[in-house]
């Protein structure tokens, strides 16, 4: 089994600082894609927490499919949001962004290091490329 990397180069975070890590990994049909945020060319984009999720999903789906992932290849959704408050109403983006096939997912409130609401990560799969 190979193990691809996607964005080995590093990112770009807060500050124009590179980060060190891939923004994604490759393995055995398995595409895990690292934790997204609401970010623009390294900096947080300002807005309630419909538009951040809207947006920290979207980053994680541009990355899945410049890996050749879609949408309906993701089984499994960590979510962090910095106030309990904001559930319902990130839940009505992750019905926006899955429909009536949502995968898999945990939610929890936490603290996060960069100044935003939300982050997501996508875990996904394909069994033509395992």
């Not at 190979?2 to 490759?26: D, M, N």
């Not at 050749?68 to 009505?92: I, P, Q």
């Not at 945990?106 to 069994?127: F, G, H, N, P, W």
């Amino acid at each position: 089994m190979s193990i691809k990397r996607y964005g080995v180069e590093g990112g770009v975070g807060t500050g124009g600082q590179k980060l060190p890590f891939a923004r994604a990994t490759e393995a055995a049909g398995w595409l895990f894609v690292s934790g997204q945020t609401p970010m623009t060319d390294g900096e947080v984009v300002e807005g309630s927490i419909i538009e951040q999720s809207r947006l920290a999903f979207a980053n994680c789906l541009a990355i899945a499919e410049e890996a050749g992932y879609g949408v309906e290849d993701v089984v499994h959704v960590t979510a962090v949001l910095t106030d309990a408050r904001y559930f319902s109403s990130f839940n009505k983006v992750f019905k926006e962004v899955f429909g009536d096939h949502p995968p898999a997912r945990i939610c929890s409130v936490q603290d996060l290091v960069v100044d935003c609401k939300v982050e997501v990560d996508i875990k996904c799969y394909r069994a033509d490329r395992a």
